[in-house]
């Protein structure tokens, strides 16, 4: 949600919640326009300015910044898992 002063906000002060912001466009990171058999990898930058409030003293908010080809997660937890994956696919 997007508060009204610009603020997203990601999750609520429920537990084991996860909350995703996603670009809604696609980063090219390779080139293929290289009319060569390699191809290119493009760096980028980027920066964030985050503010993880907790009203829990034992912490448990965790966040993560992917590059990834999809945008699905099937089966994705909060928690060790930072909504990235689960016990069955981790490593994967």
């Known amino acids: 949600m997007i508060q009204p002063n610009g603020i997203l906000r990601l999750t609520d002060q429920s537990s084991n919640v996860l909350g995703t912001a996603l670009y ?5 990171l390779l080139d293929h326009t290289n009319l060569s058999t390699n191809t290119t ?14 009203s829990s ?16 997660r ?16 981790n490593r994967s």
């Not at 003293?57 to 699905?72: C, D, I, K, Q």
Request: no cysteine; net charge positive; charged share 15%.
């Open 57 to 72: 003293r034992n912490g448990g908010y965790g966040l993560t910044f992917t590059l990834s080809p999809t945008l699905n």
């Open 41 to 54: 990898v493009r760096s980028f930058s980027t920066s964030f300015v985050i503010g993880i409030l907790t």
């Open 74 to 89: 099937p089966g994705a937890e909060s928690g060790r898992y930072l909504g990235l994956v689960n016990e069955q696919n």
């Open 24 to 28: 809604n466009k696609p980063v090219r």
